[in-house]
């Protein structure tokens, strides 16, 4: 390829530089090193340990051949290896593409290359190789420690659980109990695999397989203190018993979860949907609403937008 990539290598030694002196003193071994700074080369680059994780991006408009993928993935592993001096082994690309579906739950691939990394001395398995995600979501850092500070002696619910990351920082901070729910089997054991080597009983908590909408209709009695709701964005998956649209289904699940706190309880709403307006006049049983997306971005998040996150208080 003619394109000149030195700007962006310039770029990425300089982030690099910062953001791994930034993480030691933070002790982290998870965070965000470029995050498409420069318009002519949009891809993000996550550090996991002593791996990379790249998510290239289509821009809008763009139509790739896989010969044009291949091209464009040789060409940036040739320049973040030699920039940050890594081995091609430690590098693993995802291309993202603008589009609906049930990206975040797709089955790439079978090598289960898994490892371990810590963030605020807690300890989540990941694996860069075998689906689109990773298994923690690096932008919500921010969110699991407000969390964790809310979480104490507390009845903690976590919607579209994923991992089960939140339940892990809710568990550790003392939670009386944590109730996951989620409609994989194979991100509950995740989850209950991060409770295990953070030396915290799964069996003292709940780990639920269900469709959430299904579950939240079927539930009535207000029981918990603090709820967290992150529903992906949109998912057609088979075992649903209706498509999720976020946008659309909003405001049926935050009511649906505003029914399940006591009085004095507080849900985390977040979304990643970059167009999402929240419906603020049909939410119905919230005392207090508040939109708190700037203190959940992370600093090695640079690009606003990312995510938008909101407290309701009964």
Same mark, same amino acid.
């Given at each position: 390829?003619?394109?000149?990539?030195?700007?962006?290598?310039?770029?990425?030694?300089?982030?690099?530089?910062?953001?791994?002196?930034?993480?030691?003193?933070?002790?982290?071994?998870?965070?965000?090193?470029?995050?498409?700074?420069?318009?002519?080369?949009?891809?993000?680059?996550?550090?996991?340990?002593?791996?990379?994780? &790249?998510?290239?991006?289509?821009?809008?408009?763009?139509?790739?051949?896989?010969?044009?993928?291949?091209?464009?993935?040789?060409?940036?592993?040739?320049?973040?290896?030699?920039?940050?001096?890594?081995?091609?082994?430690?590098?693993?690309?995802?291309?993202?593409?603008?589009?609906?579906?049930?990206?975040?739950?797709?089955?790439?691939?079978?090598?289960?290359?898994?490892?371990?990394? &810590?963030?605020?001395?807690?300890?989540?398995?990941?694996?860069?190789?075998?689906?689109?995600?990773?298994?923690?979501?690096?932008?919500?850092?921010?969110?699991?420690?407000?969390?964790?500070?809310?979480?104490?002696?507390?009845? &903690?619910?976590?919607?579209?659980?994923?991992?089960?990351?939140?339940?892990?920082?809710?568990?550790?901070?003392?939670?009386?109990?944590?109730?996951?729910?989620?409609?994989?089997?194979?991100?509950?054991?995740?989850?209950?695999?991060?409770?295990?080597?953070?030396?915290?009983?799964?069996?003292?908590?709940?780990?639920?397989?269900?469709?959430?909408?299904?579950?939240?209709?079927?539930?009535?009695?207000?029981?918990?203190?603090?709820?967290?709701?992150?529903?992906?964005?949109?998912?057609?998956?088979?075992?649903?018993?209706?498509?999720?649209?976020?946008?659309?289904?909003?405001?049926?699940?935050?009511?649906?979860?505003?029914?399940?706190?006591?009085?004095?309880?507080?849900?985390?709403?977040?979304?990643?949907?970059?167009?999402?307006?929240?419906?603020?006049?049909?939410?119905?049983?919230?005392?207090?609403?508040?939109?708190?997306?700037?203190?959940?971005?992370?600093?090695?998040?640079?690009?606003?937008?990312?995510?938008?996150?909101?407290?309701?208080?009964?």
């Amino acid at each position: 390829m003619d394109k000149d990539y030195s700007p962006f290598a310039n770029r990425l030694r300089k982030m690099a530089r910062h953001y791994d002196k930034w993480a030691r003193r933070q002790e982290l071994e998870a965070y965000r090193i470029y995050d498409a700074d420069l318009d002519e080369f949009p891809i993000t680059i996550d550090r996991y340990g002593e791996q990379l994780y &790249v998510s290239v991006y289509h821009r809008q408009g763009e139509q790739w051949t896989e010969e044009d993928w291949q091209e464009h993935k040789l060409a940036y592993r040739e320049v973040i290896t030699q920039t940050l001096e890594m081995g091609r082994d430690a590098v693993f690309f995802k291309l993202r593409k603008r589009q609906s579906g049930t990206d975040q739950y797709e089955k790439l691939s079978i090598v289960r290359r898994e490892f371990t990394v &810590v963030e605020n001395s807690l300890g989540f398995i990941v694996n860069l190789t075998d689906y689109l995600d990773t298994g923690l979501f690096l932008d919500h850092r921010q969110t699991r420690m407000m969390v964790a500070q809310e979480a104490k002696d507390k009845v &903690v619910l976590n919607l579209f659980a994923y991992t089960c990351s939140f339940s892990v920082y809710a568990a550790a901070a003392d939670a009386k109990r944590v109730d996951s729910v989620d409609l994989s089997n194979t991100y509950l054991d995740w989850g209950q695999r991060n409770f295990t080597i953070n030396e915290i009983d799964p069996a003292a908590h709940r780990f639920i397989k269900a469709d959430v909408i299904t579950w939240l209709e079927e539930h009535h009695i207000a029981n918990y203190d603090l709820i967290i709701l992150d529903p992906p964005t949109f998912s057609n998956s088979k075992m649903m018993k209706e498509v999720l649209d976020t946008q659309r289904d909003h405001l049926r699940l935050i009511n649906l979860s505003l029914r399940l706190l006591k009085p004095g309880g507080k849900l985390y709403f977040s979304t990643n949907y970059r167009k999402f307006r929240l419906d603020e006049a049909g939410v119905i049983g919230a005392a207090h609403i508040r939109e708190i997306t700037k203190q959940t971005l992370p600093p090695d998040f640079r690009k606003m937008g990312l995510h938008r996150c909101w407290i309701f208080e009964k």
